[in-house]
């Protein structure tokens, strides 16, 4: 063989496996604008439907008036709730298990609602078709902050039963949802009361929306004769959502086929189930034609699946030296008209119960209750797993005012209360086994880089500068080190509608040696079909680049729970790493007869199976694979393929070091971010490159949430940031520059190690922005401000403490 | 949202009071109006094409006047809805006082916005509500002594 002199580092690279920076190869055809999205699909006899949304946050609907519209040539249908009503589909359940209108029903509950479904031969005249509806609403008064929707009088959803418990137990208030509580309440509030030092605040984590560059959309079509429907749309699940279209139809499963092509972003988006797929599955039968729906801007930011808007109060305590005794929080959590978050059920706070962070804390409590208001539904898990950004902002920021209240450096009294690398596993207060971690390595590794000593020296002179009227800039260094809890999950803690969280990889080995791998996952940029192909070249030694990835067609993938939560690599790419375990397995067996010795005396060798001491004796995959499908080997039938459900034993619990930099000017309230540094440990790393350049994304949409990003809403329920006018995303301009590092402590649960790391930089990113802003002003009294720290608010910050005078 | 102005009109007060009482010469004023029908001495209702920004509207609404101030001021409260691109209602209180042959006219204005008007109008609304009044009492000048027109 001609690769007989190739060294095993030589063949190992050539498979461009696990470590490899291996370029991505669904660019070839995204930077040349060849990639096929929910929207380029164009279908024989295609309709567009769009929505008539309400204008008003609250109020009634006295009469919807379709007459005039369906004369606008080209308007083929309007469909309201009382079209839907026969059907059953005039409401449908959310992922929460809460359930949402469809189209309104007798009332809205805020703003861009959906009350009309207009369906027309094109978007053009859809539009035209929307301001011919004539919609008699009457106002009814509006709640957009929860602390009042559970003081007020006023119901916002008269169809729940006002005493009746929820899908999470017990409702206090007619606009309750639910309370959950995780750790030990009486115990903690001893242990504050009784506490040397206690540090109280308040910290709201704004709402945010993901806005992906793509907005949500559909194209539904019915095939009557066959009975069969397929759905494309901008699925982040779509394996969960053929089970829930299913569910809500009434079609069986193995008529529906859903298919996500291309996904131009969801983080957190594109989980959920929305009126538009349903409007466009019922608007296809009824017409028998595809029918297309596709959000615009403005709809998208105003309705589908908005973030956080997590009100947390918390109190710290710790003893004179700095060591932390426990943590008490209790959150508000805003989840607007419907609950449409997308939890696993068991926790409708997510996992909000992380919230002791990094820290070894012996004693916590965690309360949160749900709440209704005038407000979109939604409270995805924006670029992170379920609400883990709220818990390590919350964390991050009650670290900084605990080191106000003791008078100490941040840096040094997170180090004093690191859990230690020796503790893992580590069993935490409130609930969860991080798997493994080395908090002190990271911290000292990312302290080092910076030369957090020097930037403390100069910020000392920049403070003197500063009041000796030499500058009016000052100088915020920004800490944060976050503990991520990924990878949901083990299917006996996690399911989302009882549908487990597991996920799947099915393989097929081509006789010539190639092979393609389909998961039941589905990339929406973040370059599955580059990554697994190398988990999969380096468990069954064929190249990478010989192996296809195909995902999102629930005719072809196995069944899986999809891409959100940071969830891929950590279940999928698990799935990938055994099912290729399974296909080494049978390999070595063919080997085996093949070079006529007894399985046990082969080896695996990076891309061969090799007689054990005779390593001049081998059979390649390539051979082997041929061998499989072509020559009778007694006892082991012919073909290639395996196929993996993989129910994780644990969550993987990725950690980082991130340190913001940053210059701000007290009278223009502008910031200038001189330094970004993050380290992430996300366990093995599958290849650097596609790891930098998650990073770099989801740094900057943490540098967007900190710095300006914000879904705003003034008293009458008006989206105040309903277009890209308002809503902050960052473009080149605003991005500042990022230093990336790394530590590696592998997973010891997940096969190959891997923890993920999608959204480790959004987590982590948020409180080193944030931390750095209220640092610049600690000095001057600052405790806490509350996000996002755009010019007029960091302006608002120096007027308030005097510094304008 | 608020404003307030103060306008000189080249006629006297009394003819000043009728024509803000007259339909046909508010049609004529208010820009986009196109229709304006009486419905009784204090109510009317109008129909008024809109642009604010990349909204274009067309609002039906209904005012109610308050005359008990006459002949030297007096109120108007209304509210008029553009279908999917929001609605508002709103009120001002205008006094008129005679200089002479002239009179000094003042409002103060108040507004509510809602829907698509006032997410995408939210920079655009003062300024356009500033030009649409401005231009209001353009016309009205105008009507009222129409050899200054030229």
Redesign the interface.
């Known amino acids: 063989m001609k690769d007989d002199v190739q060294s095993s580092d030589d063949r190992r690279a050539s498979l461009k496996g696990l470590g490899s920076s291996r370029k991505r190869v669904e660019d070839a055809r995204f930077t040349q604008g060849k990639g096929n999205y929910v929207d380029d699909i164009k279908l024989d006899g295609m309709l567009f439907g769009d929505f008539?949304?309400t204008?008003?946050?609250h109020a009634r609907i006295k009469s919807i008036k379709t007459e005039e519209a369906l004369k606008v040539p080209g308007v083929l249908a309007v469909l309201t709730a009382a079209d839907l009503e026969p059907l059953g589909l005039h409401w449908m359940p959310t992922l929460a298990g809460d359930k949402q209108m469809v189209l309104a029903d007798g009332k809205v509950l805020y703003?861009g609602q959906e009350v009309a479904f207009v369906v027309a031969t094109d978007r053009y005249a859809a539009a035209d078709g929307?301001?011919a509806?004539?919609?008699d609403?009457e106002e009814l008064p509006v709640i957009t902050d929860p602390f009042e929707a559970l003081k007020t009088d006023v119901v916002l959803r008269e169809d729940l039963e006002p005493g009746a418990d929820g899908a999470h137990g017990p409702r206090k208030h007619p606009n309750h949802i639910f309370t959950w509580e995780a750790g030990e309440k009486e115990t903690t509030e001893q242990v504050i009361d009784a506490a040397e030092v206690v540090a109280e605040e308040m910290v709201y984590y704004h709402r945010v929306h993901p806005c992906p560059l793509e907005t949500c959309g559909c194209v539904a079509s019915m095939d009557k004769v066959n009975g069969k429907l397929t759905l494309y749309g901008t699925f982040q699940a779509p394996h969960a959502i053929r089970t829930v279209v299913s569910l809500i139809s009434g079609i069986e499963e193995h008529n529906i086929r859903v298919v996500s092509p291309d996904i131009g972003g969801g983080f957190g988006n594109k989980v959920g189930a929305y009126p538009g797929y349903v409007c466009s599955v019922v608007a296809s039968i009824v017409t028998g034609k595809p029918v297309k729906w596709i959000e615009d801007r403005?709809d998208n930011l105003?309705t589908t699946a908005f973030a956080r808007d997590y009100w947390m109060k918390g109190k710290i305590s710790a003893t004179k030296e700095g060591k932390i005794t426990g943590l008490w929080c209790h959150t508000t959590a805003d989840h607007g008209g419907f609950d449409a978050c997308a939890d696993p059920t068991k926790f409708p706070a997510g996992f909000m119960n992380i919230c002791t962070g990094s820290y070894d804390i012996p004693t916590a409590y965690l309360a949160v209750d749900g709440v209704y208001t005038n407000k979109a539904p939604g409270g995805v898990a924006y670029r992170c797993s379920f609400r883990v950004t709220e818990a390590a902002y919350f964390i991050e920021r009650m670290i900084e005012v605990l080191a106000i209240e003791l008078n100490m450096d941040a840096a040094e009294l997170r180090r004093i209360n690191f859990i230690k690398k020796e503790q893992f596993p580590y069993n935490s207060a409130l609930g969860w086994e991080y798997d493994s971690g080395d908090y002190h390595t990271a911290w000292d590794k990312a302290l080092n880089a910076v030369g957090y000593d020097d930037l403390r020296k100069e910020q000392a002179q920049r403070l003197e500068d500063f009041k000796a009227g030499k500058t009016r800039k000052l100088l915020g260094i920004g800490l944060s080190h976050f503990t991520e809890i990924v990878g949901a999950g083990p299917v006996k803690n996690c399911d989302i509608l009882g549908l487990g969280m597991f996920d799947s990889c099915e393989i097929r080995i081509h006789p010539t040696g190639s092979a393609i791998a389909r998961l039941g996952t589905i990339s929406q940029g973040q370059g599955h079909a580059t990554t697994f192909a190398q988990i999969l070249a380096s468990e069954i030694g064929l190249p990478a680049d010989s192996i296809t990835v195909e995902e999102g067609d629930t005719d072809t993938a196995p069944y899986g729970l999809g891409t959100y939560g940071s969830r891929s690599t950590p279940v999928a790419g698990a799935a990938t790493a055994m099912a290729g375990r399974k296909i080494r397995a049978k390999a070595q067996m063919i080997a085996a007869f093949l070079l006529e010795v007894h399985d046990d005396d082969v080896e695996f060798d990076v891309d061969r199976f090799v007689v054990k001491g005779a390593p001049e004796k081998f059979k390649t995959m390539k051979e082997i694979a041929f061998a499989a499908y072509n020559q009778a080997i007694p006892g082991i039938e012919p073909g290639l393929e395996a196929v993996s459900y993989y129910d994780p034993p644990n969550m993987t619990y990725p950690f980082g070091a991130y340190i913001c930099v940053m210059e701000l000017d007290v009278d223009t309230g502008e910031h200038e971010i001189r330094q970004f540094y993050a380290l992430d440990d996300c366990g093995t790393r599958i290849n650097p490159m596609i790891i930098e350049g998650q990073v770099h994304g989801g740094v900057t949409e943490a540098l967007a949430i900190a710095m300006g990003q914000e879904i705003a809403y003034?008293e009458?329920?008006?989206?105040?940031t309903?277009?890209l006018?308002?809503f902050f995303l960052p473009t080149a301009w605003e991005t500042p520059h990022y230093t990336t590092d790394h530590t590696v402590t592998p997973s010891p649960h997940h096969p190959i190690g891997a923890k993920g790391v999608g959204e480790s930089p959004n987590v982590g990113g948020v409180p080193a922005f944030s931390n750095a802003v209220h640092d610049a002003f600690r000095p001057f009294g600052l405790r806490h401000a509350h996000m996002p720290h755009d010019h007029w608010r960091v302006w608002k910050i120096a007027n308030d403490l005097g510094l304008h005078s | 949202m608020e404003l307030s102005d103060e306008i000189i009109i080249n006629a006297p007060k009394d003819k000043v009071y009728a024509a803000l009482n007259d339909p046909e010469i508010l049609k004529q004023c208010i820009p986009g109006c196109e229709e304006l029908t009486k419905v009784s001495d204090t109510q009317l209702e109008a129909k008024v094409a809109l642009k604010v920004g990349p909204v274009k509207a067309r609002f039906g609404g209904e005012v109610e006047l308050d005359t008990t101030g006459a002949p030297d001021a007096f109120s108007l409260t209304g509210q008029g809805?553009g279908?999917?691109?929001?609605?508002a209602k709103g009120g001002a209180d205008v006094t008129l006082e005679a200089d002479g042959d002239k009179t000094i006219l003042r409002y103060e204005a108040k507004a509510?916005?809602?829907?698509?008007?006032?997410?995408?109008g939210?920079?655009l609304i003062v300024s356009t509500s500033k030009k649409l009044a401005g231009k209001f009492f353009d016309n009205f000048a105008k009507v009222m002594d129409p050899e200054a027109a030229d």
């Open positions: 008539v949304r204008p008003y946050a703003q929307i301001e509806v004539e919609v609403y403005m105003m003034d009458l329920g008006n989206v105040k309903g277009t006018m308002d | 809805s279908g999917a691109a929001g609605h509510q916005i809602g829907g698509k008007l006032a997410q995408l939210s920079r």
